[in-house]
């Protein structure tokens, strides 16, 4: 039973940064590939980046390339999103999807889901 677990939102001015987590159980990571897809309000899902278990290879949204990078840790079961230079339109709730073999940046690729983590950018 895949399972994915989101944390480390929060309330942050602009320019700040903060690291999101995303645990995950249940699945062979190398078979995976698990992405963070967020949603603003009143705004459609947005992939913004994913992360391959079988090569580690990534993808970047436009809007975070230079800013936003993900990493995994095998050993913690956990992948992360560093997201550097907030800016307000980050604001949304975050949420970290898996899927086997490769997503891309397509919300509708992926079939497992967390919770969400808000994370809230001030100006």
């Known amino acids: 039973d895949v399972q994915l677990q989101a944390s480390g939102g929060g309330f942050v001015q602009a320019g700040g940064s903060l690291r999101i987590s995303c645990a995950h159980s249940?699945?062979?990571?190398?078979?995976?590939?698990i992405a963070w897809i967020r949603q603003a309000p009143g705004k459609e899902r947005e992939g913004v980046a994913a992360?391959?278990?079988?090569?580690?290879?990534?993808r970047y949204a436009d809007s975070v390339k230079g800013r936003f990078t993900i990493t995994s840790d095998n050993s913690r079961r956990t992948v992360y999103l560093e997201m550097n230079n907030l800016k307000p339109e980050d604001t949304a709730v975050y949420y970290c999807a898996a899927v086997e073999g490769w997503g891309a940046l397509y919300p509708q690729a992926y079939n497992y889901w967390g919770q969400g983590t808000e994370v809230t950018v001030s100006s």
């Open positions: 992360i391959s278990g079988t090569d580690l290879s990534t």
């Open positions: 249940g699945l062979i990571f190398g078979r995976y590939a």
